[in-house]
């Protein structure tokens, strides 16, 4: 089955000194973004997996972009370079920050607004769900679980949003023990959820083994070159 290493960003800036944990220096994104477009790599959206009927549809060398949390410094840094190597992303939402700060984190960084969010090239980016309120689903119960997906289907028609039934557990957090996990993917079956993204750090094949339980690469802002190129390839290595 062919492989297809999702990769997982979040902030981006301008200074190559706080490139560290969760938060990338453009300089660094562009290094990766432009080993991609070099080496042959196509990127996908993950509305365009639902075409690929066959390993033979697949590309050679296939990767999946996201970035969680739709930052002000996404669009001002990462979409331009984004279009510059001919990439598509997968941008995801908690819905209950739009047009605020990232309340759950530094309460300092800005999100996008609903007008920047459909200012965006849908051939460029896609807009997936990252929750309502941002919250670890592994804490919240069903029915809180539930109300969470109604205000993000509200969010969406009520601004006439385009986003794709793909989601992106705040912090890869998701019930992991019976009975609670199955409720929970009943729940994402409930609400037509079509993947489910975790963190895991393995790279996938493809058709995944479960639609659930979707792997990440997590792209730390102090990975080297080298340590990216790694990572995509085989995953998180226990030699860096």
């Not at 080496?39 to 296939?62: E, I, R």
């Not at 670890?136 to 679980?145: C, H």
């Not at 070159?225 to 990572?231: P, T």
Request: hydrophobic letters at 35%.
């Amino acid at each position: 089955m062919p492989k297809l290493p999702i990769l997982m960003y979040h902030a981006v800036t301008t200074e190559t000194s706080q490139s560290n944990g969760l938060t990338i220096s453009v300089e660094h994104l562009e290094a990766q973004f432009r080993y991609l477009h070099e080496n042959g790599y196509t990127s996908l959206h993950f509305s365009d997996l639902q075409q690929l009927t066959s390993p033979s549809d697949f590309p050679q060398k296939a990767v999946i972009i996201t970035f969680d949390d739709v930052y002000v410094n996404q669009l001002e840094l990462a979409y331009p370079l984004l279009k510059k190597y001919g990439l598509k992303a997968c941008f995801f939402i908690p819905f209950q920050y739009v047009n605020g700060v990232d309340a759950w984190n530094t309460s300092q960084l800005k999100l996008m607004s609903v007008a920047q969010l459909k200012s965006m090239d849908e051939a460029t980016i896609e807009l997936g769900l990252h929750s309502f309120a941002h919250k670890k689903y592994d804490v919240l119960s069903a029915t809180e679980i539930d109300e969470d997906f109604k205000k993000c289907k509200q969010f969406i028609v009520g601004n006439q949003l385009n986003v794709s039934n793909v989601l992106a557990y705040p912090y890869g957090k998701f019930p992991r023990k019976n009975p609670a996990q199955n409720t929970f993917f009943d729940l994402l079956v409930k609400h037509q959820v079509s993947y489910g993204l975790r963190i895991g750090n393995r790279v996938n094949t493809f058709p995944f083994k479960d639609n659930y339980q979707v792997q990440r690469l997590d792209i730390k802002g102090e990975d080297s070159l080298k340590k990216f190129k790694s990572k995509l390839r085989k995953g998180k290595s226990l030699f860096f």
